[in-house]
């Protein structure tokens, strides 16, 4: 089966039908194509090749009226980080940006896969980290989209331009 978009977003309480799940780990989230099997071993085939498509947890990929296939992150290993003030927060999430480490985000605070030097960073700067099993759904993404860039046009003034020396 070829999936090209995610038909819509829900919980598994929601849904009427049987429950076919994908199970896939944090870092499939943002693969643009790739082949997978269901619980129940079927195959899927995913082919994401539009701007901002990406996986997350309860999409639905196929519905008929007996079945649905939907999609379910898996728990991994992640350093959680809990602070109230707002400057430690924005501190924390630069120094993560820049080692290039994917951060999220969720009610506790911010979490990051688990990585031992990044742990060990973090420790020796006192930040408190802890590691707990942890579904990595909202990410944080600095990143601008090549398709955002587009939207700017340059037009050269009527009389052209002169460049003097």
């Excluded at 799940?21 to 071993?41: A, M, P, V």
């Excluded at 519905?63 to 649905?68: F, N, P, Y």
């Excluded at 290039?100 to 990585?115: A, F, I, M, N, S």
Aim: proline residues 5%.
């Amino acid at each position: 089966m070829l999936v090209t978009q995610a038909i819509r977003n829900a919980q598994p309480e929601q849904i009427k039908q049987a429950i076919d799940f994908l199970f896939i780990e944090w870092y499939q989230t943002s693969k643009r194509i790739q082949r997978l099997t269901t619980q129940n071993g079927v195959e899927v085939a995913i082919r994401f090749l539009g701007p901002g498509q990406d996986l997350k947890d309860g999409d639905i990929l196929y519905e008929d009226a007996h079945t649905v296939i939907m999609v379910s992150l898996l728990p991994c290993e992640a350093i959680v980080l809990h602070h109230s003030k707002l400057t430690t927060t924005a501190l924390l999430a630069y120094e993560i940006g820049n080692k290039h480490v994917p951060l999220y985000v969720d009610d506790t605070g911010l979490l990051l896969p688990y990585e031992g030097t990044m742990f060990e960073w973090l420790q020796n700067n006192s930040y408190q980290p802890e590691v707990m099993q942890k579904k990595l759904s909202f990410a944080l993404n600095a990143n601008v989209d090549f398709y955002q860039h587009k939207k700017f046009t340059f037009t050269p003034p009527k009389g052209g331009l002169s460049l003097k020396l």
